[in-house]
């Protein structure tokens, strides 16, 4: 929770949201994905890709705290007492939205609302969900083109001057990226939902103990962890398995720090599978 008194310095770059107001902040998975502070070009990445996950106009989801992003979990439990929900209620949505449980006795400052803040941000919050939504209608098809577009708009970047990279930027680039952002906001949502309804049911049968090792076993046909095929394609590659250009074709935007915009990835740096 944060000093309301005090106002970040405008003439130094001071990355403290936590002194804008008396706010509940919470680094739930971003933890994860940002194990190191930020550099700015890759929080004006975060700020863009995250700019319209509004759910109470005014008030940012997001903010910078020392360098690592962290999330307001006042706005979302302002909405919730404002339209007489349980905190048993918050503590679920958020438990199926931002993947993290919230101690019972921990205080969660609230933002005063009025009619018609609270009406704007049951707005703001109905086009969040729909854009989520129509992320996961569109995420087949977003996956299937991906490849192709990038390998397409990689070759247009490099060969455009200023003036076309920024119609290309406003034109091509940002909608594309924006619609990533909604394919994955939605998928996210409604996986964890899923997730959430599951656990619960897995709960009241076995116990959470157990609930807890069946849900972390839970995966596809394979057995194998997505998440692993990098690693299993650099040991392809030392059997012979897999060529060097295979490999970063297919996994050359992955590596060490990847959410570090400012990191060259595999496919970025000529020597990287050599070391």
């Not at 999330?71 to 209620?89: E, K």
């Not at 807890?212 to 046909?221: E, F, Q, V």
């Amino acid at each position: 929770m944060s000093n309301p008194q005090r106002l970040p310095n405008p003439d130094v770059i001071e990355w403290n949201d936590s002194l804008t107001g008396d706010f509940l902040w919470s680094n739930v998975n971003f933890g994860e994905a940002v194990t190191q502070t930020m550099t700015p070009l890759t929080w004006s990445v975060i700020q863009f890709t995250l700019d319209d996950w509004i759910f109470l106009p005014g008030f940012s989801m997001v903010g910078n705290i020392g360098g690592i992003p962290y999330l307001n979990i006042s706005i979302l439990a302002s909405i919730f007492h404002a339209l007489g929900r349980s905190r048993q209620d918050l503590l679920k949505a958020m438990e199926s939205t931002l993947y993290m449980r919230l101690p019972p006795e921990m205080e969660i400052p609230l933002i005063p609302l009025s009619r018609r803040a609270l009406l704007s941000g049951l707005l703001a919050s109905a086009t969040v969900q729909f854009k989520q939504w129509r992320g996961v209608q569109e995420l087949p098809s977003y996956l299937k083109a991906n490849p192709a577009w990038f390998t397409r708009m990689r070759e247009r970047v490099r060969a455009a001057d200023k003036t076309t990279l920024i119609s290309l930027w406003r034109g091509e680039i940002r909608p594309h990226v924006k619609q990533g952002v909604w394919c994955v906001h939605g998928s996210v949502a409604h996986s964890t939902d899923y997730m959430l309804r599951l656990r619960q049911a897995l709960t009241e049968w076995v116990g959470a103990d157990d609930a807890n090792l069946l849900i972390a076993n839970l995966g596809d046909r394979s057995g194998q962890l997505a998440s692993l095929d990098p690693m299993i394609g650099l040991e392809q590659v030392a059997r012979g398995e897999m060529s060097c250009e295979a490999y970063l074709e297919q996994y050359g935007h992955r590596g060490p720090h990847e959410f570090e915009v400012s990191v060259p990835r595999p496919a970025e740096n000529a020597e990287w599978l050599e070391h």
